[in-house]
């Protein structure tokens, strides 16, 4: 079975803290998503990355940041949290091929305050 | 307007009840897909389909690719598919991105 992992189920920061967001994959997966969800506003796509070191914006990529540093890992950064950044967080991975599915992890709930 | 719109927004049933939601997309697509989100954040890929129609269980999924439109039906509701569904479609060329809909809440009562 695919496993995506997410470092933390729920983090509490301060205001101005930078924040690490964490997701591992182990099935090899070349592609791998961050989204925030948030209610009413469904999932949204913050970044993407299609392979190590590539990294793609997303719809919502302003104050976050993303690493991959290996094919396994991608990182979310949020360099300065704000209080508007108080949502769930959600990774995913998938094959690369156009249409593959992508598989999700548990999330992560990050309260800024 | 969103390119992907899912109805009913939200939805409840009663248990044993066939539930039907529907999803319509404005953009060319490769695939469409059907995810469950249960309370607490988890979401699982339920199908994933380009044309007609897949079974897995008591959850159908169907797509209409002329008329841009998908339902999935669930038959012999259960409080446990009380669950966030949501609508999402591939589009080509776009390297595995998806464009998702607001998901349609359904609770399933005893």
Redesign the interface.
Known sequence: DVKVTQSS?YLVKRTGEKVFLECVQDMDHE?M?WYRQDP??????IY?S?DVKMK?K?DIPEGYSVSREKKERFSLILESASTNQTS?Y?C?S??????????????T?LSVL | KNEVEQSPQNLTAQEGEFITINCSYSVGISALHWLQQHPGGGIVSLFMLSSGKKKHGRLIATINIQEKHSSLHITASHPRDSAVYICAVSVGGSQGNLIFGKGTKLSVKP
């Open positions: 189920r592609n998503f009413g506003l469904g999932l949204r796509l993407f299609y793609e997303g769930m959600l995913a998938s094959l690369w091929t156009v249409g593959n599915i992508q598989y999700f992890g548990a999330g709930r």
